[in-house]
């Protein structure tokens, strides 16, 4: 299983970026997907999630309204379009195997299957 993130930088407050996750090495159209991120000096914080299909997504409240998960299954690639973006938003955003509905509770890798590397997100003036 691989999972390469692409597509961070640096961006200013209220701008946009999308986000790609290039999924090999499984059959990516039968994985539900997620979007997982950490800020400096602090814990894992779920992002979004989406099913196999793509019909069925979840945000977190801090996602919902701004950010738009999807999927290409034929190219075997997961976004996260962000828009709006705030200087909270400045974290390194990984995508994950796996499904989160959401909840109270803090999160861990070991909610989710396998892990891309990451890609850092910096919203900034």
């Known amino acids: 299983v691989q999972l390469v993130e692409s597509g961070g930088g640096l961006v200013e407050p209220g701008g946009s970026l999308r986000l790609s996750c290039a999924a090999s090495?499984?059959?990516?159209?039968?994985?539900?997907m997620s979007w997982v991120r950490q800020a400096p000096g602090k814990g894992l914080e779920w992002v979004s999630s989406?099913?196999?299909?793509?019909?069925?997504?979840y945000y977190a409240g801090s996602a919902k309204g701004r950010f738009t998960i999807s999927r290409d299954n034929a190219k075997n690639t997961l976004y996260l379009q962000m828009n709006v973006l705030k200087t909270e938003d400045t974290a390194v955003y990984y995508c994950?195997?796996?499904?989160?509905?959401?909840?109270?509770?803090?999160?861990?890798?070991?909610?989710?299957?396998?892990w891309g590397q990451g890609t850092q997100v910096t919203v900034s003036s």
């Open positions: 090495g499984f059959t990516f159209s039968t994985y539900s």
């Open positions: 994950a195997t796996g499904i989160y509905y959401g909840g109270s509770r803090s999160i861990e890798r070991s909610d989710f299957g396998s």
């Open positions: 989406i099913n196999d299909h793509g019909t069925n997504t």
